[in-house]
């Protein structure tokens, strides 16, 4: 049986071409995905700014909860999302530890000078040491009015000793240029000010961001034994001034996860269904081997060497176009503000080598399950004339193509009780993959009953119509072997972008339905331009209103901040419960969704930890139904502002806006930000997407060469190329209105649960997208079959007819 695979794969390399460029596509997909998995487990981030000091001293950037389960203590932890900040005291701590022999201290806040690309940070030149930064021209910033700029940032605004700039920060000034520095970052611009000034912007009396440390670390370690210090060297340093760094390492991880695994899944479900195909052309082949006495267990590890021979060959290759595809990845996502700028990819042996083993047991998992029912053919059945064509599924598969279903109706139900993005992201995908399984299990039966439909109308149809119908009618599996990867790809696709385009329209419109005020100003206005803003004439109220996240447990929550003043000028969060009149800073009011999460009402104390670590018990004192446009909590501005690292934010007005200031509507920034997320699952599905369109151009231009002796018999019956090329069109588009009807039933079975859940409403479903999706899916396909028919029409009819299958 050895033997009999390789010769099999020398004199049938059309036929598995498909097999070996899906299997191709799969080991690269996964390839990509575990480098992703493994960036997350083992990457680092190299520090820049703190690059100089061998020791850095930073707050704790997680938070920590010891939950008891059976009897034993476990302790986990989450990231914070904004900078933890120390007393200046452990500083002094720091300073006078035994063998140090300087402490440097710093705080950070925003500062940017025009449009800068990428991050713009403000500093007090007393920590430009950490670095170094060393000047270039001029003098260090000694009065209130004073900045230093980097090389890069004085380059790119035309600035020099003594030009006068615009800088933009928690508050905006204009300052006087007395200094350039020799060195710049790569990814961040540093602007220095004075030691006083930079205080004064941070708004942090009495803390420091960082503590720079040159000394042995043992002993900086005992100095800040007892509290929240951490102490970091090496590149470890990077996660103290990338804060971003850490989310991002465990964001990897479960993207990774998540999209290898569901890599995978559609690998096992597109390479099923095409060596299902390449089986099916071989099945008289394989009854003559039954006739010259080859067992059905021959037969089957005949097909499964194949498939080993087709993947060991796919999968390294596969492997290697997957490690080019990963750092496509991590550029789209660097461009998304997903990753930070310099977490690089760890690049080892491993996520290849468990691409090209995955992809060789996928490919022979798929086939041993699609050759399973030919390896049993009657030996008897070598004989026929026609090729086989069984009448019905098999009890095994129905089974399995039932319990795929209920699986499927199971999870989405599940899905439709789930009201965190979180979790109901991945069971959104896997449920439309469930169900996609279930009609490829089912698909034969499907595709009968679907063409007894269509079959009237085509045989209506001139050009081939009533041949149409006959060959979709004498080959259910043919058909099902088409039409599954098409509703792969229509109802994955459909259900990525609609998913996000629900979520989306829900956020924008709860946005515009809430904000009552007449003009929205921002993003990034600081509180002194509020308060300005405030005694313009004509203006009745302002509300000034930042976000971030909190941690209610280790779970994240949305929340915002705002001024309580004339709130019901500005904004209506549509109050369910209790009243807003009493928010302030030891109160907070929460969405409906998050409500019912905590089980928590107006009166109950609700703990919580702010974005920088602080922990606050506030009492609810009202229940909000407006949560996805404006965040699962509220709490006072003061509270919000004062511990995050950018305390500006917008400002909802109403009344008359004064001249020059620029408006923006509250629609644009919820779809601002809900874009911005949804970019990031875009670029990652459509991978798989991209993956799932391949599998039909490939299962159809399989599936129409090995109609080459057919279209020639036809031809010699007196058919035109004309006239073939009108009947496979019909074919083709009867099989993609087929997968169209199925992929957007799925689609909207798995959307209307998701909406249920996340928006308590109806999917958005734009109709001319999807429309679109529809039309790509179908030029594909009749490009799939168009190209291979002309090649195969292009032979001479009677040496087709009599070549080897």
Not at 723 to 746: C, D, F, P, Y
Request: aromatic fraction near 4%; charged fraction near 20%.
């Amino acid at each position: 049986m050895p033997a009999i695979a390789l010769a099999t794969l020398r004199h049938r390399r059309a036929g598995f071409a498909g097999a070996f460029a899906a299997l191709l596509c799969a080991a690269a997909l996964v390839c990509a995905c575990g480098v992703l998995l493994d960036t997350g487990l083992r990457g680092s981030v190299e520090p820049e700014r703190y690059a100089g000091a061998p020791v850095i001293v930073a707050g704790d950037q997680f938070v920590h909860r010891t939950e008891v389960k059976k009897g034993k203590e476990k302790r986990k932890s989450k990231a914070i999302a904004e900078r933890a900040w120390l007393p200046a005291a452990v500083a002094d701590r720091v300073a006078a530890a035994p063998g140090v022999r300087r402490a440097v201290a710093e705080v950070v806040f925003p500062a940017e000078i025009g449009d800068p690309d990428g991050a713009s940070w403000g500093h007090g030149w007393e920590s430009a040491a950490l670095t170094p930064f060393t000047l270039r021209d001029g003098r260090p910033p000694a009065a209130p009015g004073e900045i230093v700029v980097d090389a890069r940032t004085a380059r790119a605004n035309g600035l020099r000793v003594g030009s006068d700039v615009r800088v933009a920060s928690t508050a905006d000034g204009t300052y006087r240029v007395v200094g350039v520095t020799a060195e710049s970052l790569d990814h961040q611009a540093a602007l220095f000010f004075s030691a006083e000034q930079a205080r004064r912007l941070a708004g942090r009396d009495g803390r420091v961001a960082a503590i720079g440390a040159w000394g042995p670390e043992r002993a900086v370690r005992d100095a800040v034994r007892g509290t929240s210090a951490t102490v970091r060297t090496g590149t470890d340093r990077g996660r103290a001034e990338f804060l971003g760094a850490e989310e991002a390492r465990i964001d990897l991880i479960s993207m990774g996860g998540a999209l290898g695994g569901t890599s995978l899944l559609v690998a096992v479900l597109v390479v099923s269904g095409t060596f299902a195909l390449s089986v099916r052309q071989r099945e008289r082949e394989i009854a003559l081997l039954r006739a010259v006495a080859a067992t059905p267990r021959q037969v089957r590890r005949m097909i499964g060497r194949e498939a080993l021979l087709v993947g060991l060959a796919a999968a390294p290759l596969g492997a290697a176009c997957g490690l080019p595809l990963a750092f496509w990845l991590r550029d789209r996502f660097r461009g998304l503000g997903a990753l930070p700028p310099n977490l690089d990819l760890v690049v080892g042996p491993v996520p290849p080598l468990a691409a090209v083993l995955a992809t060789a047991a996928a490919a022979v998992a798929a086939a041993r399950v699609a050759g399973r029912r030919t390896a049993r053919v009657r030996p008897v059945e070598a004989l026929g004339d026609a090729a086989l064509r069984p009448a019905r599924l098999g009890a095994p598969r129905v089974a399995a193509g039932l319990a795929a279903a209920a699986g499927g109706a199971v999870l989405t139900l599940v899905l439709a009780n789930l009201d965190t993005e979180a979790a109901s992201s991945p069971v959104t995908v896997l449920t439309a993959l469930v169900w996609t399984v279930a009609v490829a299990l089912l698909g034969p039966a499907l595709a009968r009953a679907a063409v007894a439909v269509l079959a009237v109308p085509l045989r209506r149809l001139p050009g081939g119509g009533h041949l149409a119908a006959a060959n979709l009618a004498m080959d259910a599996r043919r058909v099902a072997s088409v039409v599954t990867p098409l509703t792969l790809m229509i109802g994955l696709t459909a259900t990525i972008l609609f998913a996000q385009t629900t979520l989306g329209h829900a956020a924008t419109r709860q946005a515009e339905r809430g904000t009552v005020a007449d003009h929205v100003v921002g993003p990034r206005v600081p509180h002194a331009a509020a308060e300005e803003l405030r005694a313009a004439p004509g203006v009745t109220a302002v509300t000034e209103v930042v976000r971030g996240t909190v941690r209610v447990g280790l779970e994240n929550y949305a929340v915002q901040g705002v001024t309580p003043e004339g709130l019901r000028h500005t904004l209506d969060l549509d109050v369910r419960a209790g009243s807003l009149d009493a928010l302030g800073p030891s109160t907070v009011a929460v969405s409906t969704t998050a409500a019912d999460r905590l089980g928590v009402g107006p009166g109950d104390r609700l703990p919580l930890t702010l974005g920088d670590g602080t922990p606050i018990e506030p009492t609810v004192v009202a229940v909000y139904g407006r949560g996805l446009g404006f965040g699962d909590l509220t709490l006072a501005h003061e509270v919000v502002a004062a511990h995050v690292d950018d305390p500006r934010g917008t400002l909802l007005v109403a009344g008359a806006l004064p001249d020059g200031v620029p408006a923006a509507g509250a629609g644009a920034l919820a779809e601002a930000r809900a874009a911005a997320n949804a970019q990031v699952n875009y670029v990652a599905m459509a991978l798989i997407i991209a993956f799932t369109a391949i599998a039909v151009v490939n299962t159809l231009a399989m599936a129409t060469a090995d109609r080459a002796r057919e279209l020639a018999a036809l031809r010699l019956a007196g058919a035109t190329r004309r006239q073939l090329l009108r009947m496979l069109g019909w074919e083709t588009g009867s099989m993609v209105l087929v997968a169209g009807v199925l992929g957007t039933a799925i689609a909207f079975a798995v959307l209307t649960a998701f909406a249920r859940g996340m928006t308590g409403g109806a999917p958005h479903v734009p109709p001319g997208v999807h429309l679109a999706v529809l039309a790509l899916g179908g030029a594909a396909a009749l490009a799939a079959t168009a190209l291979p028919a002309r090649l195969v029409m292009a032979v001479r009819p009677a040496a087709a007819v009599g070549a080897r299958e």
